[in-house]
């Protein structure tokens, strides 16, 4: 369920008011994340779990297009996080279970946690060849240590790393963006098997 914390790491990126000493590179980024009809990227991510010394790979995919956006994990199982018209869908093929929410207390938390992002302000930390490191300095609850890498050259948000609770780290990386162009798969055809368990919160 933690991965859900994506799509509200894209709204705050798509919502951000950035604030810097880099105001030049920070001004580009936000008119970029800011001004799109469609979206799509690759992306990769790791989650360490300290606790037990071991790391998870996820690859996926996220399409986004006005308010609409899904995250799509293919490996190591198949699932996926919609959000359209208000209505969020969390399907696991490996539980078989979907759990579906509008009015329920995940939907107003989401809501609640993506309404306290909108005020972050980014902090310069350090700059690693052409990478430039921002600090998100209020991140939401149990999220800590919220790190973004812009890439300087391409002016693209190359990855997202942060802390969650018990010290587990999570690093997001985003591949081959695409922006205003055709998405690879409409966001209507993500739709839950059927026999799938679903569970209405």
Known sequence: MKKV????????????????????LLSSIERKY???????????????????????????????????IVIEYTDPFYQFIKLVNGEL??????????????????????????????NHELRFMERDGNLVVFHVQRPIASVQNM?????????????V???EDANNIVTIRFLDQRFNQSLSRN???FNIPSGTEIIRQ
């Open 5 to 24: 914390v994506l799509i509200f790491l894209f709204c705050m990126l798509c919502s951000l008011t950035l604030y810097s000493s880099n105001e030049q």
């Open 34 to 68: 800011q001004n799109f009809t469609t979206f799509e990227a690759s992306i990769m991510q790791e989650n360490y779990f300290s606790q037990i010394n071991y790391t998870l790979e996820s690859t996926g995919t996220v399409l986004m297009q006005n308010d609409s």
């Open 89 to 118: 869908t969390l399907y696991s093929q490996l539980e078989n279970t979907a759990i579906i929410s509008r009015d329920g207390e995940m939907f107003s938390q989401a809501l609640l946690h993506f309404s306290n992002m909108l």
């Open 147 to 159: 790190k973004i890498f812009i890439n300087e050259n391409s002016e693209l948000i190359e990855s």
């Open 161 to 163: 790393t942060y802390s």
């Open 187 to 189: 966001i209507d055809s």
